[in-house]
């Protein structure tokens, strides 16, 4: 079985720091995706990520994917108070039609970004 | 172009009732994909269905759980004698087609909640 772990699980920061966070597995992924949850609301896509050592920025948001394709990090330059969600990381594992929907999803980072 | 809309927002049945959750796919859309978020557990899949067809149901339980996509109307997740242990957040996502790296969009869920 294929497992996302995401670090850390809560994030609590002034507006204006910088932070990193983390999914990790021991797996090898065809690609992962970041999306960000609000509550109430459905998971919204922010990046999909191919290729080993592949980094992707959208913004303040800077995304990389591990060489070995088994992880990937979200740095955010700069947090403002609208940065505030869960960041959660889905992985697909395979190439046949239909398994890159089977994602695997890590439990998230909650992160909350204090005006 | 409306996004995925997922009917009721919530829906609160008693122990034994069924529950049918209704999502329409984006516009154009034909892949429609069910997840379940508990809140310890994270997202998970259940079924993947196209038109008429369903693909990949290796995420829903065996007994209680069904799903359709019928030609005309909304893709449909029925469950029927509702258990405590159902209550949860039912996502649909949608996309256009299955190939790897096609972004699949959520609606906003509905929460069930079992009494």
């Known amino acids: 079985t294929q497992l996302l772990e995401q670090s850390p699980q809560f994030l609590s920061i002034q507006e204006g720091e910088n932070l990193t966070v983390y999914c990790n597995s021991s797996s090898v992924f065809s690609s992962l995706q970041w999306y960000r949850q609000e509550p109430g609301e459905g998971p919204v896509l922010l990046v999909t990520v191919v290729t080993g050592g592949e980094v992707k920025k959208l913004k303040r948001l800077t995304f990389q994917f591990g060489d070995a394709r088994k992880d990937s990090s979200l740095h955010i330059t700069a947090a403002q108070p609208g940065d505030t969600g869960l960041y959660l990381c889905a992985g697909a594992g395979g190439l046949r039609a239909g398994n890159n929907r089977k994602l695997i999803w890590g439990l998230g980072t909650s992160l ?3 005006p | 172009n409306a996004g995925v ?25 034909s892949h429609v994909y069910w997840y379940r978020q508990l809140p310890e557990e994270g997202l998970k899949f259940m079924v993947y269905l196209q038109k008429e067809n369903i693909i990949d149901e290796s995420g829903m339980p065996k007994e209680r759980f069904s799903a359709e996509f019928p030609k005309e109307g909304p893709s449909i997740l029925r469950i029927q004698q509702v258990v405590r242990g159902d209550s949860a957040a039912y996502f649909c ?16 869920g509905t929460r069930l909640t079992v009494v």
């Not at chain 2, 996502?93 to 906003?108: I, L």
């Open chain 2, 5 to 29: 809309m997922q009917n009721p927002r919530h829906l609160v049945r008693r122990r034994g009732q069924e529950a049918r959750l209704r999502c329409s796919p984006m516009k154009g859309h």
């Open chain 1, 112 to 114: 909350a970004v204090n």
């Open chain 2, 93 to 108: 996502a949608s996309s256009p087609a299955a190939k790897s790296n096609t972004e699949a969009f959520f609606g906003q």
